[in-house]
């Protein structure tokens, strides 16, 4: 079965630091991979995917990730955060073929002034 | 372009009763999925139609179904409410192909007093 775990519930940061949210996925064949974030009050809305070819990838509002295969990682981050970044975070799976994402648990992101 | 549209936004039942959720897709998607969004099980996929039939379906009870219209917009209902189906139940819809980019609507707020 295929799994994603976030390893940090909750990251709290100040502003215009850099900020690393982790994700790592197990699963027996090749997956998609995808950030996605949640305002509050929201519907999820995509950061960044992974398909395929390089294995940086970089995404809206700033945000990129890193495909690591042989750790199956797929870590977000972003060099300098902004208030308006607040936000929950989702790191999601899905595999060739099925238009259906599995999930991890989700990580808060709150920045400080 | 309308993003995907879900009604309505905010309801209370009462346990016993049941509820019919409601989801337009993007224009021309005509893969649509639910998922149900609880603070202690995270975003859980509950299943997927792609021209009005059922492709993929999660691990959810019966009480649980969908269809999808020849329009492609999309209906879930969940009979004989229990408090536990409090949740944020989510739409998504996405153009057919393995790695396309699955768009959510904002929720359906469902509180089961």
């Known amino acids: 079965a295929q799994s994603v775990t976030q390893l940090d519930s909750q990251v709290p940061v100040f502003e215009e630091a850099p900020v690393e949210l982790r994700c790592n996925y197990s699963?027996?064949?090749?997956?998609?991979l995808f950030w996605y974030v949640q305002y509050p009050n929201q519907g999820l809305q995509l950061l960044l995917k992974y398909l395929s070819g390089s294995t940086l990838v970089k995404g809206i509002n700033g945000f990129e990730a890193e495909f690591n295969k042989s750790q199956t990682s797929f870590h977000l981050r972003k060099p300098s955060v902004h208030i308006s970044d607040t936000a929950e975070y989702f790191c999601a799976v899905s595999f060739q073929g099925a238009q259906k994402l599995v999930f991890g648990q989700g990580t808060r992101l709150t920045i400080n002034p | 372009k309308a993003g995907v549209t879900q009604t309505p936004r905010y309801l209370i039942k009462t346990r016993g009763q049941q509820v019919t959720l409601s989801c337009s897709p993007i224009?021309?998607?005509?893969?649509v999925s639910w998922y149900q969004q609880t603070p202690g099980q995270g975003l859980q996929f509950l299943f997927e139609?792609?021209?009005?039939?059922?492709?993929n379906k999660g691990n959810f009870p019966g009480r649980f179904s969908g269809r999808q219209f020849s329009n492609s917009r999309s209906e879930m209902n969940v009979s004989t409410l229990e408090l536990g189906d409090s949740a944020l139940y989510l739409c998504?819809?996405?153009?057919?192909?393995?790695?396309?980019?699955?768009?959510f609507g904002e929720g359906s707020w469902l509180t089961v007093v």
């Open positions: 139609y792609f021209s009005e039939t059922q492709r």
């Open positions: 699963s027996s064949v090749s997956v998609y």
């Open positions: 224009s021309g998607h005509r893969s």
């Open positions: 998504a819809s996405s153009f057919e192909g393995a790695g396309n980019t699955i768009y």
